[in-house]
């Protein structure tokens, strides 16, 4: 389905290195026919390069000049780094191969997150399900280099209702929640790995979204269904993949290390007695019940606790913010860079409840 999805709406840029004959041919008729926007800014990477190694450069143009062409290595700057073409733009941007380019994009991530530990967070691969809080997630870690591989699952396409939390613009309508979030990290990293699942996830596709060409490392849950939330938790739990959730409403925060816990009952045991066969079976008065449990609704905002009844009556849905949206984004992926770096992070319920800090100082 992602092959099929692809050519309706792409989402991989083109990479073409000048030094191979057939790139540098395919390179003159992108220019010539193709794209419509051309940036090469190559000179000033190369400086930005210079600079990372050399934190103490002065700026002196004949020093510039011999670090410059040692990075060159006799390359002209024509045939350095890498061109990458975005179908979706029509745009081509020349830019500093891989290596350079994750050299210098990640520089003032140091020391808050080391070399070490960036080559760490390389290896590992991160699941997503839920692409309208997980997009700035998703946002969030690929500009961290959170991991070197992330998976996303949605089966949604973009509404305009989804525009008071969801980052994108409005010629983006009808296209798939994954597509919008795959573009924007490729424009942001174009080297990051990024995986699509269309369709959602499903008894079908469980076993290639978690375990598929190696286990997750990390499963990041915030999908609306009811019947998702669980049976990913239960087929995270058997593979022994820890699983992170954020419902923005104070904050709220879940994490379910079957990683470290492989017996801990999912959702720290408010769910009782359910089991994945007895999941479809429930009545929608039994699954709000549930719900309910699952996110203790004694413990809701105010607000929230005054929009329950009225969904479907008054509003439409779920409220959300912005501004809880993004909150959510950079805890999350905070968070999931912790446990993926093998900090101390217990399972829990935890809250960063803003208004309640506020009033408590």
Not at 15 to 35: G, H, M, Q, S, W
Not at 128 to 136: E, K, P, R
Not at 261 to 267: F, K, V
Not at 296 to 321: G, H, N
């Amino acid at each position: 389905m992602s092959e099929s999805i692809e050519v309706k709406f792409p989402y991989r840029p083109a990479f073409i290195r000048v030094i191979d004959e057939n790139d540098r041919e395919e390179l003159v008729n992108l220019k010539k026919n193709e794209a419509v926007f051309i940036y090469d800014e190559i000179d000033r990477q190369i400086k930005e390069l210079i600079k990372c190694r050399f934190p103490s450069f002065s700026g002196d143009e004949h020093e510039y000049k011999a670090l410059s062409e040692d990075i060159l290595d006799g390359r002209s700057t024509e045939e350095f780094g890498v061109w990458v073409y975005y179908p979706w733009r029509k745009t081509l941007v020349h830019i500093l191969d891989e290596e350079e380019f994750v050299e210098v994009r990640t520089n003032r991530n140091q020391l808050k997150i080391t070399k070490e530990e960036s080559a760490e967070l390389s290896k590992k691969k991160v699941g997503i399900i839920g692409l309208s809080v997980g997009q700035s997630i998703a946002l969030a870690m690929a500009m961290e280099r959170t991991c070197g591989l992330l998976r996303l699952a949605d089966f949604d396409e973009l509404d305009l209702s989804n525009l008071n939390r969801l980052r994108t613009g409005v010629f983006n309508l009808s296209v798939p929640k994954v597509v919008i979030a795959a573009r924007e990290i490729a424009e942001i990293d174009p080297f990051l790995a990024i995986e699509i699942f269309p369709l959602g996830v499903n008894t079908g596709n469980y076993a290639d979204f978690l375990n598929g060409d190696g286990k997750l490392d990390l499963l990041v849950e915030v999908c609306d269904s009811f019947e998702v939330k669980l049976e990913s938790r239960f087929r995270a739990k058997e593979l022994q993949i820890p699983v992170v959730m954020d419902t923005n409403d104070r904050g709220m925060l879940d994490i379910e290390r079957f990683d470290l816990e492989p017996e801990r009952p999912i959702l720290h045991g408010l769910i009782e007695d359910l089991t994945l066969e007895k999941l479809p079976q429930l009545s929608g008065e039994e699954r709000m019940s549930y719900l309910m449990k699952i996110v203790d609704a004694a413990k809701l905002s105010d607000r929230m606790k005054r929009s329950l009844p009225e969904i479907r009556r008054t509003i439409s849905s779920w409220p959300q913010l912005a501004s809880e949206v993004v909150l959510g984004g950079a805890i999350t992926t905070s968070v999931s860079r912790m446990i993926l770096l093998g900090n101390q992070v217990k399972s829990g319920r935890y809250y960063c409840d803003i208004e309640e800090l506020l009033n408590n100082n």
